[in-house]
């Protein structure tokens, strides 16, 4: 599908993903772009260096009010549905987090279905893997491995899964073009404290700036494979523009980097000299915590040629100008 002269809608539009993925449409001509956000999650500030471009339209609306997403979809060439919750606040709020990320994608593929959306990609999650067994690549073909997980962490991953069925449900019931993207640990300017595992990067920069050490788990030896939003929008645009139908991709980097070299490249940036404190929260809500997760990029490399950009090195300072920047 041509990005350029086309209109596209953003669920989720005022989020860190939807945001960015906006960013990416403008840049590439995109003809229209609407985001479509109840702010519960997301904030208008996220999306307020847009206000002015005439070809966005910013409308606050609910994916559980099919009758929003009508209005909001008419003329739409393709949807990016990223409207839904992450693993906290489904934990917090398992009956609102269930309908919105299950009821709530249903609505979406309606929808779409009504107004003649030709494409729809679809956000989901490498926690649709479960916790890795063993040191092997993790790539596509892999079951999903749930059984060792925190309740909240089990049931957004399964539904994660539900998305990506209705992906391939609707592709091949009803000739919706659909693709579904398994981000790994997303991060970067306009992040939120919502994120499980991106936490560990903001918060131990708040403690740094407070005087405070970074708090780690464990011995520091938990591996996630962090990847910059920009790195995410780019390859939400691509998978639009692309060919490939009722597939999932891995949205991934393919590097393990530890929480301690996440806590070292965060003291380095700040210039401090503290060193982590090692200790377990039994509270924390917690999704993959191996001290190994080989992810593959090869399938979207080989079907989109999609690579990631960013270092977690240049990405974290990204991070962390953007916040210095607000302070300012």
């Known amino acids: 599908m041509q990005i350029a002269g086309n209109t596209f809608v953003i669920t989720g539009g005022a989020s860190l993903i939807g945001s960015h993925v906006a960013d990416r449409l403008l840049a590439e001509g995109a003809g229209g772009v609407v985001l479509l956000d109840n702010f519960s999650l997301g904030t208008p500030e996220a999306v307020a260096h847009l206000d002015g471009d005439p070809r966005v339209r910013l409308i606050k609306g609910d994916i559980l009010r099919v009758n929003d997403l009508y209005d909001a979809f008419k003329g739409?060439?393709?949807?990016?549905?990223?409207?839904?919750?992450?693993?906290l606040p489904l934990s917090q709020n398992p009956s609102l987090g269930l309908a919105v990320n299950v009821e709530g994608q249903v609505n979406v593929f309606e929808a779409c279905r009504y107004a003649g959306v030709r494409k729809v990609v679809f956000s989901s999650s490498i926690?649709?893997?479960?916790?890795?067994?063993?040191?092997?690549?993790i790539d596509e073909t892999a079951p999903a491995n749930l059984a060792g997980y925190q309740p909240g962490s089990m049931l957004y991953s399964c539904s994660k899964l539900i998305g990506e069925a209705l992906c391939k449900l609707y592709a091949a019931k009803h000739g919706i073009d659909a693709v579904a993207l398994r981000y790994s640990t997303v991060y970067g300017e306009r992040q939120h404290y919502r994120g499980v595992n991106a936490l560990a990067i903001i918060e131990s920069y708040d403690r740094v700036m407070r005087g405070e050490p970074p708090v780690l788990p464990g011995d520091g030896s938990e591996v996630h494979d962090y990847i910059?939003?920009?790195?995410?929008?780019?390859?939400?645009?691509m998978a639009m523009a692309g060919e490939a139908s009722g597939e999932v991709f891995n949205v991934v980097t393919g590097v393990e980097t530890t929480v301690k070299r996440i806590a070292e490249i965060v003291l380095g940036l700040c210039g401090s000299d503290l060193a982590p404190v090692y200790r377990d929260d039994p509270n924390a809500v917690k999704?993959?915590?191996?001290?190994?997760?080989?992810?593959?990029?090869?399938?979207?490399?080989?079907?989109?040629?999609?690579?990631?950009?960013?270092?977690?090195?240049?990405?974290?300072g990204r991070l962390i100008g953007w916040i210095r920047e607000r302070e300012a």
């Open 76 to 87: 739409a060439a393709g949807v990016f549905s990223i409207a839904g919750f992450l693993t």
């Open 127 to 137: 926690a649709a893997y479960g916790e890795p067994e063993g040191d092997g690549v």
């Open 228 to 237: 910059h939003v920009a790195d995410v929008a780019r390859a939400n645009v």
């Open 287 to 316: 999704a993959t915590s191996s001290a190994s997760l080989k992810l593959s990029r090869e399938k979207i490399r080989a079907a989109l040629g999609w690579e990631p950009e960013v270092s977690v090195e240049d990405g974290i």
